[in-house]
């Protein structure tokens, strides 16, 4: 792997986080100068505790309020590129989205923003990456997690069941996520397996989430959004995933012997 080819890569990404960084400054330079109270009560360390500030909320759901489609639009920018670039803090964000909207309304926004960010980060991961830097920062990272997540994948696609596979990767709470983004590309999944994947796999934690924001006030910290029921019931639903692939693995079997 070339220096210069590393060098190239490091200096494509950082000027697109920059456009992306830029464009979102810019709408949040503009909605500050329309709602110049939500500047004095904000910062941009965003974090639980503020969010438990009644004059954050307040200021919050004013600003939503007043300036619906622009405020979702500074909302919607920091949710991508914190889904695109990998950055850890999506929690926080589904919780806000429960603050400021109703769920009918926060709960497919968040699901669609979540899939448009997996994807992007797909796409970047593809174009600016390679398998050997792959490698390289998950043996650093996440020793060994990405030949497990390997195993998993490929016995997945010999029993034609990717699909099923990718959901239970994504509802299963403790798979990290950020390394199936980046590395999707590189373990042959195709895009119209992975967006819908993510998009479907996805929609329990981000029903959960988005349902604590709603209920901001009984919260003392992030960990009581998963407790030990919503994480059984998440493992519940990612063994359900396996069933269909399951069945459709054993009618293939009984096919097998019938055709021998």
């Known amino acids: 792997?070339?220096?210069?080819?590393?060098?190239?890569?490091?200096?494509?990404?950082?000027?697109?986080?920059a456009a992306c960084a830029g464009i979102t400054y810019l709408l949040f330079a503009r909605l500050l100068a329309k709602e110049p109270?939500?500047?004095?009560?904000?910062?941009?360390?965003l974090s639980l505790e503020e969010l438990q500030r009644p004059e954050v909320k307040v200021e919050?759901?004013?600003?939503?309020?007043?300036?619906?489609?622009?405020?979702?639009?500074c909302f919607s920018c920091v949710y991508f590129i914190k889904q695109t670039f990998a950055i850890p803090g999506s929690v926080v964000l589904n919780l806000l989205a429960g603050?400021?909207?109703?769920?009918?309304?926060?709960?497919?926004v968040v699901c669609f923003l979540t899939m448009c960010g997996a994807s992007c980060c797909y796409l970047l991961s593809s174009m600016l990456g390679s398998?050997?830097?792959?490698?390289?920062?998950?043996?650093?990272?996440?020793p060994g997690k990405l030949e497990v997540l390997q195993a998993k994948i490929t016995a997945a696609q010999e029993d034609n069941r990717l699909f099923f596979g990718l959901l239970f990767l994504r509802i299963f709470p403790f798979s990290p996520n950020w390394l199936l983004n980046i590395a999707s590309p590189y373990l042959?999944?195709?895009m119209h397996l992975f967006a819908p994947a993510a998009l479907?796999?996805?929609?329990?934690?981000?029903?959960?989430?988005?349902?604590a924001g709603s209920m901001l006030a009984q919260l003392t910290s992030v960990r009581d959004v998963f407790d030990a029921p919503t994480l059984l019931g998440f493992l519940a639903l990612a063994v359900l995933m396996l069933v269909p692939a399951i069945?459709?693995?054993?009618?293939a079997a009984k096919l097998k012997q019938h055709t021998n």
């Open 188 to 190: 042959q999944i195709p």
């Open 99 to 108: 603050v400021l909207l109703p769920l009918h309304i926060a709960f497919p």
């Open 1 to 17: 792997m070339a220096a210069s080819d590393v060098t190239l890569a490091v200096a494509k990404l950082a000027t697109v986080f």
């Open 37 to 45: 109270t939500l500047g004095s009560v904000l910062s941009w360390s």
């Open 60 to 73: 919050l759901r004013r600003a939503m309020h007043d300036e619906f489609y622009l405020s979702l639009a």
């Open 200 to 211: 479907l796999g996805l929609m329990p934690y981000n029903f959960v989430t988005v349902k």
């Open 131 to 142: 398998r050997e830097r792959l490698v390289a920062f998950t043996d650093y990272c996440l």
């Open 247 to 251: 069945i459709k693995k054993r009618e």
